[in-house]
């Protein structure tokens, strides 16, 4: 029996044991990977980084959808930008109030490939209101003339396409192109390595000074580098605590496996070596 291994540091790896590798290809963008294993259940990954799997996708994509959503419950366009999955989409669909998802992911085959091996997330990727766009993200907040109540930033890391994602132009576009009340929700890295945490400290910055009101909050996913795993919220005029509402996703009826509105304040508590790493840019 093989195993997948990531290295998370030079001097730190991360390891599954494979039941079975079921796809693998090099895209016009990435190396594709898709694997089955004894404890993840299915899980992809891009040029070797563990994207998402079976057992616990659902934290990330909850956590990403259910907090902007239960700030603003009037949110009505949404752009998601990456997401290849589709597990963003999937946890949008389930707003009756979303009147549209345009989902702008650069690598089609990363799509076409988690809808034949990696269905679980892909679920919500032919509800009549999703538009998915085959395209560069950083080009599309460039030049579309779409407005919209929502960003969410379902990247890969600043290496490789997902690169400029993380820049100042990217941001000052994502800002201009949200309405009067918009959010920006990012995938913010995370603080416990060196990698990632410099990653974290250099989009805040650049987010920071865009938006007047900029928060972090945090998620636990195991399979993440550390485990320890951060999210930008951004936003024009509403604060993530302050005016949150009760969850939309409550009144649907939808009974989430993470996100919970307790949770939803809980998440924005940092440790203090995060604050401080935050507060000082
Ligand atoms: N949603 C998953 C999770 O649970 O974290 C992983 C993130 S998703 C697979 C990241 C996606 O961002 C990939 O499908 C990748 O192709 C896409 N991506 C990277 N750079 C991009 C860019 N510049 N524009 C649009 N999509 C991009």
Redesign the pocket.
């Known amino acids: 029996m093989s195993w997948f291994t990531e290295a998370w540091t030079p001097h730190i790896k991360f390891s599954v044991k494979i039941k079975e590798h079921l796809y693998s290809e090099t895209t016009p963008?990435?190396q594709l990977e898709i694997y089955d294993s004894f404890e993840l259940g299915r899980f992809f990954t891009?040029d070797g980084i563990m994207?998402?799997n079976e057992k616990d996708?659902f934290i990330?994509?909850e956590m990403m959808i259910h907090t902007p959503m239960s700030v603003n419950p009037q949110i009505e366009h949404v752009l998601v930008?990456?997401?290849?999955?589709g597990?963003?989409v999937r946890e949008l669909v389930r707003y009756p109030s979303i009147k549209s998802i345009d989902m702008?992911?650069?690598?089609e085959r990363?799509v076409r490939a988690c809808q034949t091996y990696f269905e679980i997330t892909t679920t919500g990727l032919h509800d009549p209101r999703v538009t998915l766009m085959f395209e560069?993200?950083?080009a599309y907040v460039k030049n579309t003339k779409k407005t919209y109540d929502l960003i969410v930033v379902?990247?890969?890391d600043p290496v490789g396409?997902?690169e400029?994602?993380f820049s100042m132009a990217f941001y000052e576009n994502c800002y201009r192109i949200l309405s009067k009340d918009g959010i920006l929700i990012n995938?913010h890295e995370s603080p416990y390595f060196e990698k990632e945490s410099t990653e974290m400290k250099r989009a805040h910055k650049k987010i920071k000074s865009i938006f007047p009101i900029v928060e972090v909050y945090q998620a636990f996913i195991p399979t993440y580098p550390s485990g320890h795993w951060l999210f930008g919220f951004a936003s024009k005029v509403y604060h993530p605590i302050l005016d949150m509402k009760t969850p939309l996703i409550q009144s649907i009826g939808y009974q989430t496996k993470y996100y919970n509105k307790e949770l939803h304040v809980g998440s924005f508590a940092l440790p203090n070596y995060v604050k401080n790493a935050l507060r000082d840019l």
């Open positions: 963008f990435q891009l994207m998402a996708e990330y994509h930008i990456g997401g290849g999955d597990g963003s702008v992911e650069i690598d990363v560069d993200g950083l379902d990247s890969t396409p997902g400029g994602l995938q």
